[in-house]
């Protein structure tokens, strides 16, 4: 349901930057939320951002907020997730999804409520 990739590879240092995209197939992004969540290992799954339909109103957590920032583009069915500042303890896999809300301008942090999963994107911060 969502084809990932990484731009900018090879080994991210700390304070580098890193974007994520994702774009959706066999279905539309425009009444769907989009939530990115992160597995770290040895650690539970965590929200770390969502953006709701009307493509401006975004949300993040907190060990998150003013380093990431996350994106949309309706028309061509992708999201984004730009990562800036990045710390060592951002090492994860990241996940893109997609959750119907019935055209309400709200996003979800909770991931039993999506719909569709985008493959783990593995990103590592390390010198």
């Not at 939320?33 to 993040?60: H, L, M, N």
């Amino acid at each position: 349901r969502f084809s990932c990739r990484r731009l900018g590879g090879g080994l991210v240092q700390p304070g580098g930057s890193l974007r994520l995209s994702c774009a959706a197939s066999g279905f539309e992004l425009h009444l769907f939320a989009i939530g990115w969540f992160r597995q770290a290992p040895g650690k539970e799954r965590e929200w770390v951002s969502c953006i709701d339909i009307s493509e401006r109103t975004t949300y993040y957590a907190d060990s998150v907020k003013g380093r990431f920032s996350v994106s949309r583009e309706n028309g061509n069915n992708t999201i984004f997730l730009q990562m800036n500042s990045l710390k060592p303890e951002d090492t994860a896999v990241y996940y893109c999804a997609a959750e119907d809300l019935g055209g309400s301008y709200y996003c979800s942090h909770d991931p039993d409520g999506m719909d569709y999963w985008g493959k783990g994107t593995q990103v590592t911060v390390s010198s």
